[in-house]
T-cell receptor, first 116, second 113 residues
């Protein structure tokens, strides 16, 4: 079974600085997708960024980018120019072909606090 | 606007009662999901459905039941057999015809009185 590990329970960063959140996963599959979701205090789950395993190029979405290392099974999220609105829980998630891309496996999350 | 609506936002249950959480989507998505979130843990899958009148157990289905009579609706019943029902429940949906991510509702907080 796939597992997703987020080893940083909490992180803090000052406004305008850069922060990197770590995620590792365990799978024997070659065809899968990885996601970062953001959960602000409102508790809504918001998709931040996605990466397809067969693509070597790292995904970027404005201030958010990933460092996808397939061999190392690592999928870190970099937030540049952090803003107060980035304060949230961040979850890394895996979706694989062996479940027909039906099931998301989540990590336990990293709480990010952005301070002025 | 298209989206996923969960109701109510807060729900209270007495010991021994069943309670049903509503999830409706107008995104024309085929697949729908229910997750449970506890403090300090990620989301855990309760049930999912890929098509009307069909659903599968997730990782923590015991004490829960679902139905999928309409494409738009996927209600979750928390039965009295669920010994620790206090949690935050999230509903999600996605299209099965593309490898798109799941979209989430705003959640329901269930508490035991």
């Amino acid at each position: 079974a796939q597992t997703v590990t987020q080893s940083q329970p909490e992180m803090s960063v000052q406004e305008a600085e850069t922060v990197t959140l770590s995620c590792t996963y365990d799978t024997s599959e070659n065809n899968y997708y990885l996601f970062w979701y953001k959960q602000p205090p409102s508790r809504q789950m918001i998709l931040v960024i996605r990466q397809e395993a067969y693509k070597q190029q790292n995904a970027t979405e404005n201030r958010f980018s990933v460092n996808f290392q397939k061999a190392a099974k690592s999928f870190s999220l970099k937030i540049s120019d952090s803003q107060l609105g980035d304060t949230a829980m961040y979850f890394c998630a895996f979706m694989g072909l062996n479940t027909g891309f039906q099931k998301l496996v989540f990590g336990t999350g990293t709480r990010l606090l952005v301070s002025p | 606007d298209g989206g996923i609506t969960q109701s109510p936002k807060y729900l209270f249950r007495k010991e021994g009662q069943n309670v049903t959480l509503s999830c409706e989507q107008n995104l024309n998505h085929d697949a729908m999901y229910w997750y449970r979130q506890d403090p300090g843990q990620g989301l855990r899958l309760i049930y999912y459905s890929q098509i009307v009148n069909d659903f599968q157990k997730g990782d923590i289905a015991e004490g829960y039941s679902v139905s999928r009579e309409k494409k738009e609706s996927f209600p979750l019943t928390v039965t009295s057999a669920q010994k620790n029902p206090t949690a935050f429940y999230l509903c999600a949906s996605r299209s099965v015809y593309s490898n798109q991510p799941q979209h989430f509702g705003d959640g329901t907080r269930l508490s035991i009185l």
